[in-house]
């Protein structure tokens, strides 16, 4: 009888791992025209389901008929996916936008320069001319 409850116990749990939703982390790359000479990337990651749908969807099409751009708070630190930058876009708060203010756009390199201000007076980047490259 300890057995088959035993059993009971271990298929049950063993169904909910098999069938609960698995939250997947999907890596995001953006190309930015930098500062004119040669472009940049930036890289952001997520595991929010409806960014990760917004995002591939905004992959599936031609490269010239992308038009979303990042938008999300930004903290110190490369985040271990964004190298070559000394901030990252928070994993849980950025999205595609259409169109943002203009207070939170800028060139990245000017982001890492004044990143403190950045930090402080802006808490967000939004820079218009990104685009979605690949999931990486």
């Known amino acids: 009888m300890r057995i088959i409850r035993l059993v009971s116990i271990v298929a049950g749990v063993l169904s909910l791992w098999v069938c609960s939703p698995v939250n997947h982390r999907a890596v995001f790359e953006f190309a930015h025209p930098g500062d004119g000479r040669c ?24 490269p010239g008929q992308r038009r979303l751009h990042i ?7 490369d985040g271990g996916h964004n190298t ?6 928070a994993p849980h708060d950025w999205d595609l936008a259409e169109i943002s203010i203009e207070l939170c756009d800028g060139q990245p390199s000017f982001v890492d320069e004044h990143l403190d201000e950045w930090l402080r007076d802006v808490g967000r980047y939004c820079p218009w001319s990104s685009r979605l490259v690949k999931e990486r």
């Not at 990337?41 to 990760?52: N, Q, S």
């Open 39 to 62: 472009p940049v990337t930036l890289v952001a990651i997520t595991d929010k389901p409806e960014i990760i749908e917004k995002a591939r969807a905004e992959l599936a099409k031609a």
């Open 71 to 77: 938008n999300g708070q930004i903290a110190r630190g």
């Open 84 to 89: 070559g930058w000394r901030w990252h876009f």
